[in-house]
């Protein structure tokens, strides 16, 4: 069945660090991915999709390619602020008849020091 | 920006009791899930609902799990019985026709 596969953590980076996480998935035909952020004591949030190969998906300076040849969807981010501290989730959904199921990779925590 | 909202924030029962938990998916959404994330894991796919049925459950969602829609704006999921393994945060979502899930903040249900 498909599967996300995100990198282990916690991560630890110091202000204004590069941030790389990576994913890869296992799915067949053209999944839709994502990445999710989850605040401490908050919700699972959407950060960034891909629909299709080579899309790239971008928010608040976070950046990820759709990379159909890698099966890979690694997230990136230039320079890291205190306030990115959060667990990341890695996802694919497919859409059956308008609805959405995610399978979400395990998440990884980053924390961001001044 | 609307937002799907969850009550209670916390949730503790004891072993063998019937928990509901509760959601207001964002008003103009067709479709609605529950997602659950034991500590430490994935945040797993319970079920998905639509037109006031199941679309889709997992093979967590057993006969112990059902989900309703009262009304117009709520969405319950309930669990009889609930077990020690049954402590997780519980999350439920909603989306449109074609678009992202829109999370709630959570439950964090503890069975003792």
């Known amino acids: 069945g498909d ?14 660090a590069f941030l790389t996480i990576n994913c890869t998935y296992t799915a067949t035909g053209y999944p839709s991915l994502f990445w999710y952020v989850q605040y401490p004591g908050e919700g699972l949030q ?3 999709k891909a629909t299709k190969a080579d899309d790239k ?14 099966t890979s969807f690694h997230l990136e981010k230039g320079s890291v602020q205190v306030s990115d501290s959060a667990v990341y989730f890695c996802a694919l959904t497919r859409t059956q008849g308008g609805s959405e199921k995610l399978v979400f990779g395990k998440g990884t925590k980053l924390t961001v020091n001044p | 920006e609307p937002e799907v909202t969850q009550t209670p924030s916390h949730q503790v029962t004891q072993m063998g009791q019937e928990v509901i938990l509760r959601c207001v998916p964002i008003s103009n959404h067709l479709y609605f899930y529950w997602y659950r994330q034991i500590l430490g894991q994935k945040v797993e ?9 199941i679309s889709e459950k997992s093979e967590i969602f057993d006969d112990q799990f059902s989900v ?4 117009g704006s709520n969405f319950t999921l309930k669990i009889r019985s609930t ?22 903040n959570g439950t964090r249900l503890t069975v003792t």
Request: negative net charge; charged residues 25%; glycine residues 10%.
């Open chain 1, 3 to 16: 599967s996300v596969t995100q990198m282990e953590g916690p991560v630890t980076l110091s202000e204004e």
């Open chain 1, 46 to 48: 959407l950060l960034l």
């Open chain 1, 57 to 70: 998906g971008s928010n608040k300076g976070f950046e990820a390619t759709y990379r159909k040849e890698t």
């Open chain 2, 45 to 53: 796919f319970l079920v998905s609902f639509y037109n006031n049925e």
């Open chain 2, 68 to 71: 309703e829609r009262p009304d």
């Open chain 2, 83 to 104: 077990k020690l393994e049954d402590s997780a945060m519980y999350f439920c979502a909603s989306s449109g026709e074609g678009s992202p899930l829109h999370f709630g």
